[in-house]
T-cell receptor, first 113, second 110 residues
Framework: EAQVTQNPRYLITVTGKKLTVTCSQN?????MSWYRQDPGLGLRQIYY???????DKGDVPEGYKVSRKEKRNFPLILESPSPNQTSLYFC????????????FGSGTQLSVL | GQQVMQIPQYQHVQEGEDFTTYCNSS?????IQWYKQRPGGHPVFLIQ?????EVKKQKRLTFQFGEAKKNSSLHITATQTTDVGTYFC??????????FGTGTRLKVLA
């Protein structure tokens, strides 16, 4: 089944404790992206990647890191989480050019205490 | 940078009434997409519009892309309880970015 798999689904952590949210897709998509969703602000893009080893900043990249060492995986790293990073995070992937339909993962609800 | 505004933020309708959400961009869009997010779920792709003035229909849903490619709308005829959720537009900025609107949360009262 074609899907984007995100883990974990829920995560509670404390300020400053490094964490990684994993994202994997099985559709051979070139494009992968991370978003955060906050009430009243919609979905804001954190980072995106057009291919292996090619990443670029979105609109809200501060405090986040990403890597794209393999085409299928695009982990999101918070090296020193802070309470303002408490949010719902979504990973998404798509082909690029033509019908750029984004497939989203199920989301990760992160709480930083 | 580009901004995509969506109105209204919330809409409550009686089942059977029509519903419309509007999306407006500060700049010209190369294309626009619409997504639906059910409560507790993730966004799911509905449609992509590319051409100026384009209109597409999916059963009770009608999507329009403005002539100037700066605005778009989603209209649902005779809403049903299954239409509940948040509807997002997303406009393409530059080569690799989609900017999402703030979303319209639809509640349908039975």
């Amino acid at each position: 089944e074609a899907q984007v798999t995100q883990n974990p689904r829920y995560l509670i952590t404390v300020t400053g404790k490094k964490l990684t949210v994993t994202c994997s897709q099985n559709m051979n998509h070139e494009y992968m992206s991370w978003y955060r969703q906050d009430p009243g602000l919609g979905l804001r893009q954190i980072y995106y990647s057009m291919n292996v080893e090619v990443t670029d900043k979105g609109d809200v990249p501060e405090g986040y890191k990403v890597s794209r060492k393999e085409k299928r995986n695009f982990p999101l790293i918070l090296e020193s989480p802070s309470p303002n990073q408490t949010s719902l995070y979504f990973c998404a992937s798509s082909f690029w050019g033509g019908n750029e339909k984004l497939f989203f993962g199920s989301g990760t609800q992160l709480s930083v205490l | 940078g580009q901004q995509v505004m969506q109105i209204p933020q919330y809409q409550h309708v009686q089942e059977g009434e029509d519903f419309t959400t509007y999306c407006n961009s500060s700049t010209t869009l190369s294309n626009i997409q619409w997504y639906k997010q059910r409560p507790g779920g993730h966004p799911v792709f509905l449609i992509q519009l590319v051409k100026s003035g384009e209109v597409k229909k999916q059963k009770r849903l009608t999507f329009q892309f403005g002539e100037a490619k700066k605005n778009s709308s989603l209209h649902i005829t005779a809403t049903q309880t299954t239409d509940v959720g948040t509807y997002f537009c997303a406009g393409r900025e530059g080569a690799y970015k989609y900017i999402f609107g703030t979303g319209t949360r639809l509640k349908v009262l039975a």
